[in-house]
């Protein structure tokens, strides 16, 4: 199997932002909708958002809801996490994954291929 590498994470201020990416070889992600979670310490893994395959589609958090965009190069298997007007509470480790096929991309099972995240921290 193959795993997707996180990238881009790193220490900011409140109200900055960062760049995630998720890259993986041959056509793990092409023909696969990803998403991204995030978990900070102590608590569970929380759903942040996902993309289509072609990227046309994308749903987010209600948390990060006109924070944060996604978008996708299927050239280069890779899918983008914008991330503006960062706030404390986003600080965590970041993931991406892959969503199989017959499912609703809804929840943690839903996903596959686990990257080994990128750590955000943003300070007050």
């Known amino acids: 199997q193959v795993q997707p590498v996180e990238s881009g994470g790193g220490l900011v201020q409140a109200g900055g932002s960062l760049r995630l990416s998720c890259t993986a070889s041959g056509r793990t992600f092409s023909s696969y909708r990803v998403g991204w979670f995030r978990q900070a310490p102590g608590k569970e893994r929380e759903f942040v958002a996902r993309?289509?395959?072609?990227?046309?589609?994308?749903v987010y958090a209600d948390s990060v809801k006109g924070r944060f965009t996604l978008s996708r190069d299927n050239a280069k298997n890779t899918v983008y996490l914008q991330m503006n007007s960062l706030k404390p509470e986003d600080t965590a480790v970041y993931y991406c994954?892959?969503?199989?096929?017959?499912?609703?991309?809804?929840?943690?099972?839903?996903?596959?291929?686990w990257g080994q995240g990128t750590q955000v921290t943003v300070s007050s």
């Open positions: 993309i289509s395959w072609s990227g046309a589609i994308t």
């Open positions: 994954a892959r969503c199989g096929s017959g499912v609703g991309c809804s929840a943690r099972a839903d996903f596959d291929s």
